[in-house]
């Protein structure tokens, strides 16, 4: 099992487990952009470093999003005319307020593109939308119109409504 593996590695005292959480892939202001203009700046050089970075996390944002999608199709198969995918926070971690190129945006707009209605639930962003999106402060009614809840990191907010989450959090920790 994969949490085992991780665990395992993670009792190496140089590793430790405080930054071994799966996740929907890395985020964040600088490192997303960073990466992809080393790429842009040195694109006659070889680069495998840097490709290493980068394909493996647009692969993991594609596989997350396609199993959000298989779920969503599966709904549909059962009869529910057009399910709503809910994005449980734009944050990439508890207690942040900073949603700059959260992995979890890659994923809403993979399924967007397909057509699917999203719903955000993100109680720090002021505006009523998110790049074409609702955004609602009211959990329970985020709860009763989603049919597929996508979360990054879980949370016990969430616990009423366990069986509707897809998220990769193996630990349920940051």
Known sequence: MT?????????????????????FGYGGYCLPKDTKQLLANYKDVPQNLIEAIVEPD?????????????RVMSLVYEG???????????????????????????????????????????????APEFFGSEVTHDLVVFEQRCD???????????????EKVYTRD????D
């Open 170 to 173: 193996l630990f349920k920790r």
């Open 3 to 23: 949490a085992d593996v991780i665990e395992g590695v993670c009792l190496e005292p140089r590793i430790g487990s405080h930054c071994n959480n799966p996740s």
């Open 80 to 126: 529910k005319p057009k399910p709503v995918v809910g994005v449980y926070r734009l944050t990439m971690k508890s207690n942040s307020d900073n949603f700059r190129a959260s992995s979890i945006q890659g994923i809403m707009k993979r399924v967007k593109a397909k057509g699917i209605p999203v719903v955000v639930y993100e109680p720090t962003l002021g």
């Open 58 to 70: 647009r692969t993991r944002k594609d596989f997350v999003a396609e199993q959000v999608i298989d």
């Open 148 to 162: 597929v809840i996508v979360a990054n990191r879980w949370s016990d907010d969430l616990s009423d409504v366990a």
